[in-house]
Structure formats: C-alpha cells, structure tokens
C-alpha cells in the first residue's frame, strides 16, 4: 500500500500530477482543509488554469485556500473570486511604501 493509501498530513504536487493520482483513485481530497497555490500567476502563465480549478472543485467547502503570486493578474482575481469565499488580498509592495 502507498504512503497516500495510509493518509498523509501533506500533498505537493502539480496540477496534471494531482489530477492524474485522482483518477486513479490515489488520491482522496475529502479530508483538506487547507490548500496553498504557490506561484499562482506562474501556473496560470503555463496553462494550469483549468487543471487548477478541476481541483479546487473536488476540495471539501470548508477549507481555506490560500494563494502566493508575485502579481495579480486577472485571472488570478478570477479564480479568487470563483473558488473563495471573502478573500483578502495582501500587497506587499503596498505596504512597504
């Protein structure tokens, strides 16, 4: 059995990866409660967008996601504004000024 057959505390992975270990069943989501898109205007920029968002619809509702991008495209506030509730957004730059 794999370590993700015995549950584990932590999944990194990419998009296609997560996916691809969902459709063979490896993988169960129903137990997230935290998710961090890490470089989230990077994945868009390559094409994860859809890959993104077929995961962020099999996470349980009641979880908090959380997003790290360097900028904050559109598509960046779109997804934030599909997939979360009340998100608050943190600028940096903005705040060092």
Partial sequence: MSYLGRGVDVVVGTPGRVIDLLKRRALNLSSVQFVVLDE???????GF??????ILQMLPQNRQTL???A?????????????MKNPLMIDLVRLKT
């Fill in 40 to 46: 989230a205007d990077k994945m868009l920029n390559v």
């Fill in 67 to 69: 997003m790290f991008s």
């Fill in 49 to 54: 967008e859809e890959p993104v968002g077929v």
């Fill in 71 to 83: 900028t904050m495209p559109d598509q960046i506030r779109d997804i934030t504004r599909k997939y």
